[in-house]
């Protein structure tokens, strides 16, 4: 499947566990909404996604994208250590430029 490069990126950050270059794919002033909980900030962003490969050493397979103007879905199948593993999940992003403004992980 091919993916846009920034969404390639994110992916590959993911799987390489690097939450740095993870980060860098969201704006400043992004959200991200996951399990109940919120994010702001890229700082906000990279802790969060740190401390959840951390516990759960998680990778992402693309299954499915979907981009419509300022709004994309990524379906990933995503394996971990986690309790369901693997799970399918979906990623609802709102894009501000070329930068992810907003992601919401539902799964």
Do not use: C
């Not at 994110?10 to 794919?25: G, H, I, W």
Request: net charge negative; charged share 20%; no cysteine.
């Amino acid at each position: 499947m091919r993916l846009p490069d920034n969404i390639a990126g994110l992916v590959k950050a993911q799987n390489e566990q690097d939450s740095t270059a993870f980060a860098q794919y969201f704006t400043e002033k992004a959200t991200v909404s996951d399990e109940g909980s919120s994010y702001s900030g890229r700082d906000e962003i990279k802790e969060w996604i740190q401390q959840a490969t951390k516990k759960y050493q998680m990778q992402l397979k693309p299954i499915h994208f979907n981009e419509d103007g300022l709004a994309a879905e990524l379906t990933v199948e995503v394996t971990g250590t986690f309790p369901g593993s693997p799970a399918i999940m979906q990623y609802h992003i709102k894009w501000d430029g070329s930068l992810i403004g907003s992601l919401h992980i539902k799964g």
